[in-house]
């Protein structure tokens, strides 16, 4: 078999899901299917303009913290 290999910057939800869903089948199987699971999102605002500067994309499940993404303006760093 001839596989091939392509890449994108703009994958759309078919192929982010057939990608996901084949390892999150795995994990569960593997694991189990945590029952605890909970998506979590902070963010960190300007008090005067309401502008998000910071944020954190994350979730919870087996009494553990998963982080995804967290940002911070460059500005706020250090």
Request: aromatic share 6%; charged share 20%.
């Amino acid at each position: 078999m001839r596989l091939t290999i392509s890449t994108t910057d703009s994958p759309d939800d078919g192929m982010l899901a057939a990608i996901g869903a084949p390892l999150a089948r795995y994990n569960e199987l593997s694991t189990g299917q945590p029952d605890d699971y909970r998506p979590l999102a902070v963010s960190v605002s300007h008090p005067e303009t309401g502008e998000i500067v910071a944020g954190l994309l994350a979730g919870t499940n087996y009494g553990q913290l998963h982080v995804l993404v967290l940002f911070v303006q460059e500005e706020l760093r250090g």
